[in-house]
């Protein structure tokens, strides 16, 4: 009876094991994927500049950049090193610059990729005011931005950094949101 139990179970074995090698030998091929590599462009520019208008046809922004590339995939681009202005109400323009940017197909959406370094000049009671940071996330059309990297806002007479900022442009309203530190100089240095 032992002998016949080893027997069984070894025949059972060998049949598992055949099984499944005819298996392995008849299963079909994996077929290599039919693209390999980063998203094509269906364009580049060289040397460009790019004005985006909101749904109303005014101007949103303005890009400037040595070049740009425009994915085909899901139609966002990519541009290399801009210098972009963000149109802003009362002529309050936010005018910068970014290692990279990317911009959705439209316009909606720009993540500025690196560093990055903002700048608005005085406008009647809009102070001058300068803003560096790094991958900032900007939605032009709402002129509203927002990172969670160290942000230094710069004023006359007021210094301020903190970790994370939101900043609406229409309303003039930048606020940092955590581990803020401020240096304001006296009054009549202003």
């Known amino acids: 009876m032992e002998r016949r139990t080893i027997l069984t179970i070894t025949v059972l ?16 091929l994996d077929k290599p994927p039919a693209f390999v590599g980063p998203p094509r462009s269906n364009y580049t520019l060289g040397e460009f500049e790019m004005h985006a208008l909101d749904d109303q046809g005014k101007l949103s922004f303005t890009v400037t950049a040595p070049r740009l590339a425009r994915r085909n ?8 090193t801009p210098h972009f202005v963000m149109a802003a109400k009362d002529a309050a323009d936010w005018k910068g610059e970014s290692d990279n940017a990317w ?18 000049d005085a406008q009647g009671k809009i102070k001058s005011a300068k803003v560096e940071s790094s991958d900032v996330t900007a ?9 969670a990297a160290q942000a230094t806002l710069s004023q006359p007479g007021a210094v301020q950094t903190g970790l994370g900022m939101k900043a609406d442009l229409d309303t003039h309203q930048l606020e940092l949101l955590a ?3 401020a240096t304001f100089a006296p009054k009549s240095k202003r």
């Open 13 to 28: 074995a060998l049949l598992a094991l055949a099984t499944q090698a005819v298996l392995w030998f008849i299963r079909p």
């Open 73 to 80: 995939d899901d139609g966002s681009m990519w541009v290399e």
């Open 139 to 147: 939605w032009p059309k709402d002129k509203k931005l927002e990172t």
């Open 103 to 120: 911009i959705n197909k439209d316009g909606s959406k720009m993540l500025l990729a690196g560093a990055v370094e903002m700048h608005r």
């Open 179 to 181: 581990n803020v530190h």
